[in-house]
């Protein structure tokens, strides 16, 4: 088997592992109760870039466009507004992860954002980190393709400007 073969069945079993594991604090129960804020955000940081980036490569295939499309996307702004979408459409538990996520002190914000934005984009990012760790990814796509959402992600995809108003 050759490097790159070695390297691709590794990566297909890393992401074929049970992320439920009791072990991991991970059971679809209650994952908001034994899954810090910190490991949701990041893991639904990461989740939520890997999807821009496979929509903007979709669209797109000049690396400095893809790049700037990506970076419209994934900054806290944008992802304050999505949370702002998504907010009539939760259940009542996907609230209290959000308002979990929102309500814990950031360390640290970015000079291009408020506090309240980062504080929702992290509410945002603990979301998507709660329905992957459930491996519930369709609940995501079902609101991403949401028919006020839709169009919202389409401004980033056909226009130069980085964030339209809702």
């Not at 679809?28 to 490569?57: I, M």
């Not at 979709?58 to 700037?68: L, T």
């Not at 959000?98 to 979301?127: D, I």
Request: charged share 25%; aromatic share 10%; glycine share 4%.
């Amino acid at each position: 088997m050759s490097g790159r073969q070695q390297l691709v069945a590794l990566l297909d079993s890393q992401t074929t592992f049970h992320l439920h594991s009791p072990k991991l604090g991970l059971e679809k129960n209650n994952p908001h109760q034994t899954t810090s804020t910190f490991t949701l955000s990041y893991l639904g940081d990461a989740c939520y870039e890997l999807w821009c980036r496979k929509l903007v490569t979709h669209h797109y295939s000049n690396p400095k466009q893809v790049h700037r499309k990506t970076v419209q996307l994934v900054r806290c702004q944008t992802q304050s507004k999505l949370i702002e979408l998504f907010l009539p459409l939760l259940s009542e538990e996907e609230l209290q992860i959000y308002k979990k996520g929102r309500n814990s002190r950031p360390q640290n914000v970015p000079k291009s954002a408020s506090v309240e934005e980062y504080r929702k984009s992290t509410g945002f990012e603990c979301l998507v980190g709660f329905w992957m760790l459930r491996d519930e990814s369709e609940r995501f796509d079902q609101l991403m393709n949401d028919e006020k959402v839709q169009p919202f992600i389409e401004s980033f995809l056909y226009s130069s400007r980085s964030i339209k108003p809702l």
